[in-house]
């Protein structure tokens, strides 16, 4: 069965950090781009980073260039987030999900599969 688990969200001042975890089973990250989305409250979805495990090669949104950094440990079969200098606008449920080529999935939202999110919440 194919699964996309994320953890690491939570609750933290302005300006702290967190580090999210997607954790895939079923399916080998190294096939795949994941990418991470968020939607806040009354907002539509948007993405945030992505990764082709295989090349290493990223993608960041502007909002979230130079603080959030993405990671893949192919052996652990895992994507990471890191988020530091978190600002309330950063808050918002966060997304794994998978899709087989990097540009569709960063520019088209392209994906097989989707994680069911984790809550991020930052307070000023």
């Known amino acids: 069965e194919v699964q996309l688990q994320e953890s690491g969200g939570g609750l933290v001042q302005a300006g702290g950090s967190l580090r999210l975890s997607c954790a895939a089973s079923g399916f080998t990250i190294a096939d795949y781009a994941i990418g991470w989305f968020r939607q806040a409250p009354g907002k539509e979805r948007e993405r945030v980073s992505c990764?082709?495990?295989?090349?290493?090669?990223?993608f960041y949104a502007d909002s979230v260039k130079g603080r959030f950094t993405i990671s893949s440990d192919n052996a652990k079969n895992t994507v990471y987030l890191q988020m530091n200098s978190l600002k309330p606008e950063d808050t918002a449920v966060y997304y794994c999900?998978?899709?087989?080529?990097?540009?569709?999935?960063?520019?088209?939202?392209?994906?097989?599969?989707w994680g069911q999110g984790t809550q991020v919440t930052v307070s000023s």
């Open positions: 999900a998978a899709g087989p080529l990097l540009l569709k999935v960063w520019v088209l939202g392209l994906v097989d599969y």
């Open positions: 990764i082709s495990s295989s090349n290493g090669s990223t």
